[in-house]
């Protein structure tokens, strides 16, 4: 009964942390073509100096696991931006009083916010083709986020992030 109750308690933990992925692309590209890459020289991720470096070094990490190279004269270049946001809270405890009488009847309830306010980060990320300067290929995630979070944890949230970001590029 232990096993269960902590499994369950796992499976709640890994849902309430999941990274949220949307994607979009030109469905006329060749994908295939594009075997090199670059960031955008004034790249402005909003992130900490600290959390761009190991955001681009997890994607780095991504792209070479796909055989795709860092080069100096890129097929594309990637952009990334991101913006920190609160997410609302939409869980509460209602307390409730209430009264009848005869034909008379009554009642009061008060909402009370349960837990502190959740952060949220956003992450696009944009490939755009190095000869077009068109837009090919674009993902943008939505995950938790701790403010308060060790360099250990933040290096593993962003790994993670970027796994999940890149798991559908290529398009199939």
């Known amino acids: ?64 696991a796909k055989g795709i190279l860092l080069a100096a004269e890129p097929d594309f270049f990637i952009n990334i931006e991101s913006n920190s946001f609160q997410k609302p809270r939409n869980n509460s405890v ?15 309830s008060v909402g009370i916010p349960v837990g502190g306010p959740k952060m949220e980060r956003q992450i696009r990320f944009d490939f755009v083709d190095n000869e077009k300067d068109q837009l090919f290929w674009q993902a943008e995630s939505q995950s938790p986020f701790n403010e308060k979070a060790t360099p250990q944890q933040r290096d593993e949230q962003l790994k993670a992030l970027a796994v999940k970001v890149f798991a559908q590029y290529p398009p199939k």
């Not at 994908?31 to 020289?41: K, L, Q």
């Not at 600290?50 to 994607?59: F, G, I, Q, W, Y």
């Not at 209602?94 to 009061?108: D, K, Q, S």
């Open 94 to 108: 209602g307390v409730g009083l209430g009264g009848t009488g005869r034909a008379v009847g009554g009642g009061l």
């Open 1 to 64: 009964m232990k096993r269960i109750a902590y499994l369950v308690m796992v499976a709640l933990l890994f849902s309430c942390n999941a990274i949220k992925v949307n994607y979009d692309y030109d469905k006329e590209i060749n994908f295939a073509a594009y075997t090199t890459y670059n960031y955008y020289p004034d790249m402005k991720t909003g992130l900490s100096e600290l959390d761009t470096k190991r955001l681009l070094n997890a994607v780095d990490n991504e792209m070479k």
